[in-house]
């Protein structure tokens, strides 16, 4: 409603004096301002806020009247009522300065930006006017006054001997009346204290009084602490025509203000507290309405340490009040008790050391113009001598923003928050990439006569929708008014933003303005004679693209309501204009209605539609309905607020008819905080829609009103209708101070069934939020609000006394932050509490789609848990297992239960789950649904509430199937949580994940990060001397924070029973032939594999089935059987020197054999490979020509010659694509001719090489293998380096392995199984994938070896292809398959410079591109 915003600014008196000021009094406009000190009655001006005159009382005089004590304004402002200490009323007349009309003229730096006088008065409120004071006669009470309050014609003064004079202003000519106050009548209330006094006021003398207005009387305080209220019977004041009500059970009261708007008496007390009052319509007797007092819950160092109320000061709209106390400090509460400001707590009152500040003492304070700023007077302690405090020297200045609902409450039905300072505008939806993302549809249609009146309200439900995507950060768009503007017409009184919030309106004292959040440019009148001639009087409000305001034409003294269109220029010429007959105090929009609450107690019901045919945007306004509301309101300025809405409380409330919701049922007045409703009488008969055109139809009557609710401060309802989400948006939302939150809930009947006879069709749910609302988001279910932030900035210099410290060290900076609350889980309590619980689920899935709504039911649970659990009464129908069935309704329910029991204390949880269910059960289901997350969430449950044993079983399932599943993270929290159940450390679980870790390359990522060699060659390991014993250490890798609790506590049961699941997993994994997971598994884990592996040889880690194991790496690794082209049956290769070429590259072991091998035909060199050709990689030229990459040859025939300079730029896509400027990766081999000049491969070529590459599997699963086979390699088991030697058709590992067999520590059995695996192999692929035989073929020499270490002979024929006599192999080995001196793992160094890896091709990709390359004799299974 109201916020502090910055530091409060510090106004110093310009004449020195040796007097304090201790007084200060707002004129009735409150531009100008009278400060008193002593001797002294100044005035000072407010924007900009100078001293303009002060008047000094002679010592004579002074010594005469006494010194000033207090003052009071005449209410047009040309005069001053002051009071002398010793009885006397001194009275000042405010006189004009004569020629020098000014105190300050403006200065234009550019004279060409002076805007022209055109006016009378134009600039009267620019600058400071030159004011005089002149005395008139005294005028002598004979006895000390203690209070005087203004009235229009007269100035009532009460003195300490009890009695009431009231003076006419002019002071001499009629003389004073005098009344005493033994002679009022005074009772409980108004009709028995007709009779006679009823108690004897003798001696009692009133302390401080204050006139209302709407009441007709006078709040007062007596000296002994009693509060009454006088009010005259009759329109004079006179003994016999006074009678006054007292309020019971009061004796310690201290001063009074009253609330014009709300009909409220606040009444400071000497507790501290303020008793807000308000008089009975029926009785006339004084009711406590509420209480403003400090909390022992929010302030438990200082809630009963204030010292007695000094001032209370209702703000100039009556929104809100302030309140100060003697001990210091002040607060700021809504008008039925909310707090907003208080600051005797947190950085108000303390240092960021820790240390108490001093807190501000006040002795005199007051709201600006429109509650923009609060002057504030301090007051000092002690004499000269003492150390002063900061207030010495002047006047502080607090600024402050209000909620655009204060003054202009037609915003209530909007959902943006808008507020407004001295010159600039904060709203929450003025977001730069919604402004840019939500189309303006008037900006293309600017000068288009025929754009309709739906183009804007088509938009409204997206960006309602779109609305809670702002919700995330706090900052506020910020738009600076138009300075221009501000000069001549602050301050700013009105504010309105459209539907859209994009276009925001202001009104300050003359004319308006309005800005675009499209363009970013403020639009004025043109002619500053059209704004300067009208005044907004009742509010103005956005239609569609047009700017609706009520306000008064001074030049026709008429009243009227404009249109003015957006997209044209701000001109009169533009309006629609519609003269109305009495003053408007109120304005509000519904969809395409205007109501208007006049000074006469009516309400006008106009229609807008938009005029077709003109060339210019523009409306046309008729009056539809005129309502007389003079019988219920007995005072016009009551009237907080009057809106229209669908809202009704008829028996034709049904799921079927949601349409009906766009129409004006009903009239909701804000009466003085009474919310009262009138809706349309249906009681009559009644005309169908289709038998009547609209410009037939009569507008059906209205009913008697019906008061809905009290003690309401704002009111939102929406106009817009949905299907899904009725319960929300057919609501009434009432926000009711300290009484917290209503909403009055349509009740549907479900399934469209009849509903009951006996059940309401409406409900009021109350709810409390703990911040001060705004606006609405109804389909979003959210409250946006705002509140106070500070920010502490107490490091700065200063002196070691108050008085020179400054005030950024004294205050905090306040900023005024966004803020939102989910208010559904209080609905949905509220409908459980009531029994509603169909209501409660029909509404809950009607907003289960919202992202924060598992959020809500874990609200719910937690509120209600708290109550419940914590009361010290017992609970006869406890709420707690209605809302555990409820939230069962819905899938997350499990989820629901464990995050609220970890939020909440653990002596709850006996509590919370015998209304939910065992969390034993719970943890099964959790187990049942694979909700490992959640499980592990039960398990800390099951941890604190059960024996060690229980939680180790549960631990135990848990571990095993997050191992199953491959959870790695969780796995390590579980190890963690095992060990913990073991050591004694249970008391402090470990965390439990919430998301799974991705692991971005399969689980082997720390295989990068080790030190393993793998490029050793085949040839510099001695086969002989090899030993099988021998293990390997691994490190842990990054993912693996304790690796060394492996070899940590070995003897530790909790260790052995951990290692015992982990073994068996890893058995499991082997059995199965996963090898990828085990390799995740192993590394996730820490889990030292090999040695493992070495225990396990003779056991798990043997293969039974090569074929099977082969099959399952292939599917495993996204690994493509390897394929022959059908080409290669007729392949120009197969005949003359080509043949002999590929005979030779068959039965060599590696490139550098063939340069010395012995050949029918000369040919040229092979460019040999060695190990540092990729050194000089980088040396060579990139943009090198293909023809240049080698020398020129010796002879006609072709060769075939790698591609190495293009290896780091060029990449392959797939098998298919393949260019000239593929990269060479183990088998990119090209054709060059005789010139070195053209490439020209033949189709056979082609296929040959995209068939090379089409057998190799992904990078990463290269990797992986390279990886498991190190493993393989240092455990010793031998069978599994074969199998993974035959999937990357490497006949280095072959030979490497063989060469293993030789050794003496190698069991019969592993030989047997090796060479019984291969010839099963060998037959499989004979029968089923002759993509192998090649490579078979190639490793011929290596299994002959190994059969001739064996008794049984072995046909080497059974090596041959099946069906083809002369199988070719693929034109030259692949890099790896040179022997010699290329290294193991070369292969993984050929692919890092190159542009990318190979793509995963899946193994049923292979199978769909394998008809496309030709018939193949392959069968891939």
Not at 216 to 231: H, N
Not at 1006 to 1032: E, H, M, V, W, Y
Not at 1314 to 1324: K, N, Q, Y
């Amino acid at each position: 409603m109201y916020f502090l915003t910055g530091w409060p600014r510090r106004l110093l008196c310009p004449l020195k004096s040796a007097e304090e000021p201790f007084h200060i009094q707002p004129s009735n406009q409150r531009l100008l301002f009278a400060v008193l000190s002593e001797t002294q009655l100044s005035i000072w001006f407010s924007r900009p806020s100078v001293l303009i005159v002060s008047y000094i009382e002679s010592v004579k005089a002074a010594t005469r009247f006494g010194f000033y004590q207090q003052s009071e304004w005449k209410p047009d402002d040309s005069m001053i009522a002051v009071v002398a200490s010793k009885g006397y009323i001194l009275l000042f007349d405010v006189v004009g300065g004569g020629d020098d009309k000014y105190l300050y003229e403006p200065v234009y730096p550019n004279r060409g930006s002076l805007r022209v006088k055109v006016t009378p008065g134009y600039k009267d409120e620019q600058c400071a006017p030159a004011l005089g004071l002149e005395m008139k006669k005294p005028v002598d009470l004979e006895a000390p006054i203690t209070s005087l309050q203004s009235l229009p014609d007269d100035l009532v003064v009460a003195t300490a001997d009890g009695y009431l004079h009231i003076l006419h202003w002019d002071g001499v000519s009629n003389g004073h009346k005098a009344i005493s106050l033994c002679t009022v009548p005074f009772s409980l209330d108004l009709q028995s204290s007709r009779g006679g006094p009823c108690l004897d006021l003798d001696g009692v003398h009133i302390r401080d009084m204050e006139y209302c207005v709407t009441l007709d009387g006078f709040a007062v305080v007596f000296d002994d602490g009693r509060l009454g209220f006088i009010t005259p019977t009759a329109n004079r004041f006179t003994a016999d025509q006074l009678q006054g009500v007292w309020a019971a059970d009061v004796t310690d009261g201290t001063c009074v203000a009253v609330n014009n708007k709300y009909r409220l008496m606040a009444f400071g007390c000497a507790s501290g507290s303020v008793l807000v009052y308000m008089i009975e319509t029926t009785t006339g007797s004084m009711q406590l309405s509420h209480k403003l007092e400090l909390t022992p819950k929010h302030y438990p160092d200082v809630w009963n340490k204030t010292g007695p109320v000094k001032l209370i000061r209702w703000s100039p709209d009556y929104s809100v009040a302030m309140v100060t106390w003697e001990c210091g400090g002040f607060s700021l509460w809504s008008v039925f008790g909310a707090q907003l400001i208080c600051t005797l707590g947190e950085d108000f009152a303390y240092r960021s050391d820790g240390t108490k500040k001093e807190t501000l003492k006040i002795n005199s304070m007051c709201w600006g113009a429109e509650g923009y700023h609060l002057w504030v007077i301090g007051r000092s302690e002690g004499g000269m001598d003492s150390p002063t405090t900061l207030q010495q020297s002047g006047i502080l200045q607090f600024q402050f923003i209000k909620s655009a609902l204060t003054v202009n409450p037609c915003t209530s039905n909007q959902e943006q928050v808008l507020l407004h300072g001295e010159d600039r505008l904060y709203l929450t939806c003025g977001d730069s990439t919604q402004a840019q993302s939500i189309p303006d549809p008037h900006l293309p249609k600017e000068n288009s006569p025929h754009h309709g009146p739906t183009s804007l309200p088509a938009t409204s439900p997206s960006i309602a929708q779109g609305l809670s995507t702002l919700l995330g950060h706090k900052h506020w768009h910020v738009v600076q008014i138009h300075s221009t503007y501000l000069e001549s017409n602050w301050p700013i009184r009105f504010s309105a933003i459209d539907s859209a919030g994009q276009c925001m309106a202001v009104a300050g004292r003359r004319g308006f303005a309005h800005y675009s959040l499209y363009t970013r440019k403020w639009k004025l009148f043109g002619n500053i004679t059209q704004e300067q001639n009208l005044t907004v009087t009742g509010g103005l409000a956005w239609w569609n693209d047009f700017v609706v305001i009520a306000c008064y034409n001074f030049i026709d003294q008429q009243e009227e309501l404009r249109l003015y269109p957006r997209s044209s220029n701000l001109d009169n010429a533009f309006a629609s204009t519609t003269k109305l007959h009495s003053d408007t105090l109120l304005l509000n929009v519904f969809r395409d209605m205007v109501v208007l609450f006049r000074a006469d107690c009516s309400i006008c019901l106009y229609s807008i539609s938009r005029k077709q045919d003109s060339s210019t945007p523009s409306t046309c306004v008729e009056l539809l309905q005129e309502v007389s509301m003079s019988r219920y309101i007995p005072h016009p300025g009551l009237v907080v607020s009057v809106t229209l809405t669908s809202v009704r409380t008829e028996t034709g409330i049904s799921l079927k008819a949601p349409q009906q919701a766009c129409l004006a049922e009903s009239i909701m007045l804000n009466l003085a905080g009474q919310l009262i409703m009138l809706q349309r009488d249906r009681s009559g008969p009644q005309v169908r829609e289709k038998d009547s055109t609209l410009s037939q139809k009569k507008l059906l009557p209205f009913c008697p009103p019906v008061v809905l609710a009290q003690c309401v401060e704002n009111v939102w309802t929406t106009c817009r209708s949905s299907r899904k989400k009725r319960h929300l948006l057919e609501a009434l939302w009432l926000w009711c101070g300290d009484a917290g939150m209503k909403v009055w809930l349509p009740l549907f009947p479900r399934d469209h069934r009849k509903p009951h006879s006996f059940l309401s069709r409406r409900i009021m749910l109350p709810f409390h939020i703990n911040i001060y609302p705004l606006a609405v988001l109804f389909e979003d279910a959210l409250v946006l609000g705002a509140i106070n932030e500070t920010v502490l900035y107490d490091g700065v210099g200063g002196g070691a006394c108050a008085a020179t410290e400054p005030l950024e060290a004294i205050f905090p900076f306040c900023t005024v932050e966004r803020t939102s609350h989910i208010y559904l889980h209080h609905i949905l309590r509220q409908l459980l509490v009531r029994n509603l619980g169909e209501q409660a689920l029909m509404l809950a899935q009607s907003c289960a789609s919202l992202p924060y709504f598992p959020h809500v039911l874990e609200l719910m649970v937690h509120v209600v848990l708290e109550e419940e659990a914590t009361s010290r009464e017992p609970i006869p129908d406890p709420l707690l297992p209605t809302v555990a069935k409820f939230i069962t309704e819905f899938p997350f329910f499990l989820q629901t239960i464990v995050h609220c029991a970890r939020k909440t204390e653990y002596a709850l949880w006996n509590y919370l789950f015998a209304a939910v269910g065992n969390p034993k059960d719970l943890f099964e289901e959790c187990l049942m649904a694979q909700d490992l997350d959640t499980a592990a969430s039960y398990l800390i449950i099951l941890q604190n509430m059960e024996v060690p044993a229980v939680s180790r079983q549960h631990a135990t399932l848990l571990f095993n199937t997050a191992l199953e599943q491959g959870k790695w993270d969780l796995c390590r929290h579980m190890i963690r949580f095992l060990k913990a159940i073991g050591s004694g450390e249970a008391e402090t679980p470990p965390t439990t994940p919430t998301t799974q870790e991705p692991c971005s390359s399969g689980g082997f990522e720390f295989f990068r990060n080790r030190s393993i060699s793998l490029s050793q060659s085949a040839d510099s390991i001695a086969a002989g001397k090899f030993s099988l014993q021998k293990t390997f250490s691994m490190p842990s890798g990054p993912s693996t924070k304790g690796a060394d609790r492996w070899n940590k506590d070995g003897d530790c049961a909790e260790n052995m029973y951990i290692d015992m699941m982990l073994w068996r997993h890893a058995r499991h994994l082997l059995e199965q032939v996963r090898l990828k997971e085990l390799g995740c598994f192993s590394t996730q884990l820490g889990f030292e594999l090999i040695g493992w592996l070495c225990r396990e040889r003779t056991r798990v880690a043997r293969v039974d089935d090569f074929v099977i194991a082969l099959k399952r790496l292939h599917s495993d690794f996204l690994w493509p059987f390897p394929v022959i082209p059908a080409c290669a049956l007729n392949s120009p290769l197969k005949n003359g020197r080509r043949t002999v070429l590929s005979t030779h590259m068959l039965k060599s072991q590696s490139a550098d054999s063939l340069l010395n091998s012995n050949m029918e035909t000369a040919l040229p060199a092979v460019v040999p490979t060695n190990n540092s050709w990729l050194d000089g990689l980088g040396a060579r030229s990139k943009e090198m020509d293909l023809a240049s990459s080698h020398g020129v040859p010796e002879t006609q025939e072709a060769f075939l010659s790698p591609l190495i300079n293009k290896v780091e730029e060029c990449s392959i896509g797939s098998a298919t694509d393949l260019t000239e400027t593929s990269s060479m990766v183990d088998g990119d081999w090209t054709m060059v001719d005789e010139n070195f000049t053209t490439l020209c491969l033949s189709q056979s070529e082609l296929e040959h090489i995209s068939m090379e590459l089409a057998n190799k599997g992904p990078h990463k699963s290269q990797v992986q293998l390279r990886y498991l086979l190190h493993v393989f390699m240092e455990a010793g088991c031998l069978e599994w380096c074969v199998i993974i030697g035959l999937i990357l058709r490497d006949n280095n590992i072959i030979k490497q392995v063989v060469g293993f067999l030789e050794g003496p520590d190698v069991l019969p059995e592993t030989v047997i199984s090796i060479r019984s695996g291969l010839l099963a192999v060998d037959a499989w692929a004979s029968s089923d994938c002759l993509g192998y035989k090649p490579f078979l073929k190639l490793i011929q020499p290596q299994l002959q070896k190994l059969l001739e270490s064996t008794v049984e002979p072995v046909n080497p024929e059974s090596f041959q292809p099946a069906n083809v006599t002369k199988l070719l192999e693929p034109a030259i080995p692949r890099l790896e398959e040179r022997g010699g001196s290329v290294p193991l793992g070369l292969s993984l160094s050929l692919e890092a410079p190159g542009s990318g890896p190979l793509e995963d091709r899946p193994e049923e990709e292979e199978k769909e591109h394998s008809p496309e390359e030709g018939t193949y004799d392959c069968t891939l299974s």
